[in-house]
């Protein structure tokens, strides 16, 4: 059986999520993990005995790789994306795609026009509930969706933003618990409805803490 060859670029807080899936699939090998931090990249190397790399250029320049896994901070998933898709490797990229429409009107196109898969994580769609209320509105039996209304019920302490050097901030993160924590909830809304047609004014969005 030929596997996938697969790197995890960013070995932070989310990197976990990516490599235990990925080193336990008989179909994919993990060959490299890559990050800026030296010892932390070491570090996860050692754990899922693969190469690393502090830099995601000479990544790809070293290794033949299939897929690239992206856990990095938001406004970095564009340009590793783009540049990935122009060297013919398939990209999943932890959400939100960018934090400017534009560049994620950049990824789509440099996917397409190199014949590459583009994905993003968006992992509450297959949730058993979730999974089973899309089935729901498919079939009818919830009846026709007139509008909506999402809530998002839990929250971030501020130790959550003031550890990091880059969440809550407009130029890396795109924003705060909107772009981070409540577009989990906003995607399952757009899935549910998945009907360009209906107008944005029809659906509140209400943020509770």
Not at 38 to 64: G, H
Not at 81 to 96: G, M
């Amino acid at each position: 059986m030929e596997k996938l060859r697969v790197a995890i670029i960013g070995c932070g807080n989310i990197f976990l999520m990516h490599a235990q899936p990925a080193f336990i699939r008989e179909n994919v090998e993990l060959v490299a993990v890559c990050d800026i931090k030296e010892e932390r990249a070491k570090e996860k190397a050692e754990q899922f005995k693969c190469t690393y790399y502090t830099n995601y250029l000479e990544l790809f320049e070293k290794e033949n790789l299939d897929v690239i896994h992206i856990c990095l901070p938001h406004y970095l998933h564009a340009p590793v994306a783009i540049e990935a898709a122009k060297r013919k490797i398939h990209v999943l990229t932890e959400k939100p795609m960018s934090i400017h429409y534009s560049d994620a009107q950049e990824m789509v196109e440099t996917a397409k026009n190199n014949g590459v898969t583009l994905g993003v994580i968006f992992q509450n769609r297959y949730n058993p509930g979730s999974v089973l209320i899309k089935e729901m509105l498919q079939n009818g039996t919830l009846g026709k969706i007139k509008s909506g209304k999402l809530s998002v019920t839990w929250d971030r302490s501020d130790a959550y933003y003031l550890t990091s050097d880059w969440k809550g901030t407009w130029e890396k993160e795109g924003g705060g618990v909107v772009i981070d924590q409540a577009i989990h909830t906003m995607d399952l809304m757009r899935w549910f409805v998945d009907d360009v047609n209906m107008s944005t004014r029809q659906l509140v969005i209400e943020h509770m803490k």
